[in-house]
Every structure is written in C-alpha cells, then in structure tokens.
C-alpha cells in the first residue's frame, strides 16, 4: 500500500480552473490505473478521471472535455488538471487506485462559487 496525499484544492469562481497533486508515499510504476475521485456533501463517492500506465483514459461523462488526469511515475505523483468549473464540480477530490486498494488521504476541498 502507498499514502496519497492530495493537495490544490481551493476556491475559483465558475469558469475558473485548478490542477489538484497527488503525491504517492511509494512508487506507483505497478499501478496499473491511478484514478480521481470526489465526494459531495450528501453524496457517494464517485470516480470522475482515471489514467492508466498503459495511457488509456476514463472521465465521467459530467467532466469530460473540462478535465485532464496524468501520472508521472518517475515522481509518484498523479495530477488533475480542470478547467471550465463548476459549481456542481464543488466537492472534496481524492486519488486512489482505479478500483480503490488503498487507503484514503485526507482530500483537498474544491469550491466552485461565485
């Protein structure tokens, strides 16, 4: 298992954009998938962006064509880039394995307001 810490969050207005970090405590050279997930009050937690070591991507249908998820492994770290954001986009975001394996990081909070 590796510890994700997950950093860039903040408040932007509509429109606006944001690139999350996430910084793994280990190598994830053999994670095949490493993917984004966020988490609304009320809400369950959902996968909105997903890179894989083989370059195949996924993006819920809310996000795509606005978000971009890439890995650098030689730094064990996945990013998130988004732009064009929403309100409804507000939410605490975290990474983990696509499926999850790992245990959760503390999220980094998103606000999309005006």
């Known amino acids: 298992q590796v510890q994700l810490v997950e950093s860039g969050g903040g408040l932007v207005q509509p429109g606006g954009s944001l690139r999350l970090s996430c910084a793994a405590s280990?190598?994830?050279?053999?994670?095949?998938?490493m993917g984004w997930y966020r988490q609304a009050p009320g809400k369950q937690r959902e996968l909105v962006a997903a890179?894989?070591?083989?370059?195949?991507?996924y993006y819920a249908d809310s996000v795509k064509g606005r978000f971009t998820c890439s890995r650098d492994n030689a730094k064990n770290t996945v990013y998130l880039q988004m732009n064009s954001l929403k309100p409804e986009d507000t939410a605490v975001y975290y990474c983990?394995?696509?499926?999850?394996?790992?245990?959760w990081g503390q999220g980094t909070q998103v606000t999309v307001s005006s």
């Open positions: 983990n394995e696509d499926p999850p394996r790992h245990s």
């Open positions: 280990g190598s994830i050279f053999s994670i095949y998938s």
């Open positions: 890179k894989s070591n083989g370059g195949r991507t």
